[in-house]
């Protein structure tokens, strides 16, 4: 017990002094998972609602694929990842194996299914008059899209951040693809892995709070989100 | 107001990836994809847990001005990592393997730059009597009375010489990993099987370094340390770019002669004295140690 309160003490003077290692992890963790989320959103915005607005053979199976990875192992994505950017891998001259680009690839994978799914069924549970009107009213299909989309907006963020919370929060990708490597590849996770199995449990206290605190702010944009959402539905 | 909050929200979003942006600035390191102009090498995981890389690490990057890298891995992987070209040199201890490694072509040649030896530790009350046995002996005896064994068990140098040992001691491995629960895989890096050792009771090999440092933590006590299978050679290997596409073997060259320098290897003797009372490695500058 007396180990976990000394540790507890020692973390919050991590925090409350900005100790720089303490800040340049954890502005590199929000860093990489902010660009992997960014990229992922892009991605997932114009693809989910494609899908969405095109009728295809097999689409009800896709979607269910896509809802299937919301839970893809990041080891597995790491695994992979790991075999295509190594130097002996297809795209090993890329020289991309063990930096943060690489990492912000691998987590935009990880999070590309999420991210597509809550899109795809935030546009399934929007009200389907909204994309029939502006059909009838002479929109193409990319006018609808983007109009459905806006109309679904609370819905779309909030699946992004649930993205963001994702990725953010895993270690085994970060480790197996960045390495965890001192000043360049190390983020909150891998550096909470590395510092227990070196006995150092304050500094591992320390980026697991302030983990903690991410996740919180992330819960409360959340919830806030969703209570704007009500009000702006009334 | 419906807007106001709307407006208040985007803000907030907008401020805070931008903070997350720029975060990739501040975090000492504004380039992401820098991997010119840096070395990357690949440890063993026990000169890591002992601080010694960290601390090297520190004096190389200020003294020849060349970002150093360094990636946790034991032997194993640290020498596939160097096979796919992954890293430009590798820090290992595990010698039949690293012969190989170099006979196949993968590496220029052996330095080896500091040693130790392995221990085996275990419960001060040592309870399977094996205290001042010999290493053969005493794994005989803990197969015997069936005590509670923790193997790295993940292709490490230490993992390498555990084997080693079970094999003199007239045993097959496969027979050793098939024998029972005594005997525990940990599949982690030295520290960590340390930690694990002391949680529940049990023997391991450890090389002294790592020992040393983790002792005040796991109560462990060397129970067996001599007999000349013990040995652990350190030894420092550049890739060969001849095989190896893209490997820099100019910069790994400039680490490999900072390691055999002799101002580098007065470091690595003093290394630890001041806080576990013994050196943690015996610096061998470039020549293998015959006991």
């Known amino acids: 017990m007396g180990e976990l309160w000394q540790g507890i003490i020692r973390a919050l003077e991590l925090i409350v002094t900005f100790d720089p290692e303490v800040m340049a992890i954890t502005f590199r963790s929000l860093g990489i998972s902010t660009s992997a989320c960014l990229i992922a959103t892009l991605i997932c915005l114009p693809l989910g609602s494609l899908i969405h607005f095109t009728n295809f053979k097999g689409k009800n199976l896709l979607v269910s694929l896509i809802q299937t990875f919301y839970s893809l192992p990041t080891v597995l994505v790491g695994l992979l990842v790991f075999i295509l950017f190594s130097r002996a891998g297809p795209f090993g001259n890329l020289n991309l194996m063990f930096t943060p680009a690489l990492m912000i690839i691998g987590q935009s994978l990880l999070v590309m299914p999420l991210m597509l799914g809550l899109i795809i069924s935030a546009l399934v549970s929007l009200d389907k008059t909204v994309a029939d009107t502006a059909f009838s009213l002479g929109a193409s299909r990319f006018q609808a899209g983007l109009l459905s989309l806006k109309e679904a907006r609370y819905a779309v963020i909030t699946s992004v951040i649930m993205g963001f919370g994702r990725a953010i929060s895993e270690v085994g990708l970060a480790m197996m693809v960045g390495g965890n490597i001192r000043g360049f590849t190390r983020i909150l996770t891998t550096a909470i892995s590395l510092e227990t199995s070196k006995g150092d449990i304050e500094l591992s206290l320390a980026l697991g709070f302030i983990l903690l605190l991410i996740s919180l702010a992330i819960n409360v944009i959340l919830s806030q989100l969703q209570r704007v959402e009500k009000s702006a539905a009334r | ?291």
């Open chain 2, 1 to 291: 107001m419906k807007n106001f909050k709307n407006i208040a929200l985007s803000i907030l979003l907008i401020t805070a990836m931008l903070a997350g942006l720029s975060g990739c600035d501040s975090g000492g390191d504004s380039n992401i994809i820098p991997a010119q102009g840096r070395l990357r090498i690949a440890t063993t995981t026990s000169l890591y847990d002992t601080g010694l890389w960290n601390a090297l690490e520190d004096r190389f990057e200020e003294e020849e001005g060349i970002r150093l890298d360094i990636l946790y891995a034991g032997t194993g992987i640290a020498l596939e990592y160097g096979r796919r070209g992954d890293v430009d040199a590798v820090a290992v201890h595990a010698k039949a393997t690293e012969e190989q490694f170099i006979a196949d072509g993968y590496g220029i040649e052996r330095i080896p730059f500091a040693y130790n030896y392995f221990v085996i530790v275990g419960p001060a009350e040592d309870p399977a009597g094996i205290a001042d046995l010999s290493p053969e002996e005493a794994f005989k005896k803990l197969y015997d009375t069936q005590t509670t064994f923790i193997s790295r068990g993940d292709a490490s140098g230490t993992h390498t010489k555990e084997k080693a040992i079970w094999k003199a001691a007239g045993y097959d491995y496969e027979e050793v990993t098939s024998a029972g629960s005594w005997y525990v895989e940990a599949g982690k890096g030295m520290g960590p099987t340390l930690q694990m050792a002391s949680e529940m009771d049990g023997y391991t090999l450890s090389d002294m370094g790592t020992f040393l440092a983790y002792k005040g933590e796991t109560g462990l006590v060397t129970v067996v340390d001599e007999g000349s299978i013990l040995l652990n050679v350190y030894s420092f290997i550049v890739i060969d770019p001849d095989k190896v596409e893209g490997a820099d073997a100019e910069k790994a060259q400039i680490l490999a002669d900072f390691l055999v320098s002799d101002e580098i290897q007065q470091f690595i003797k003093d290394y630890g004295t001041a806080d576990y009372g013994d050196s943690l490695f015996i610096p061998c500058a470039g020549n293998e140690p015959t006991s």
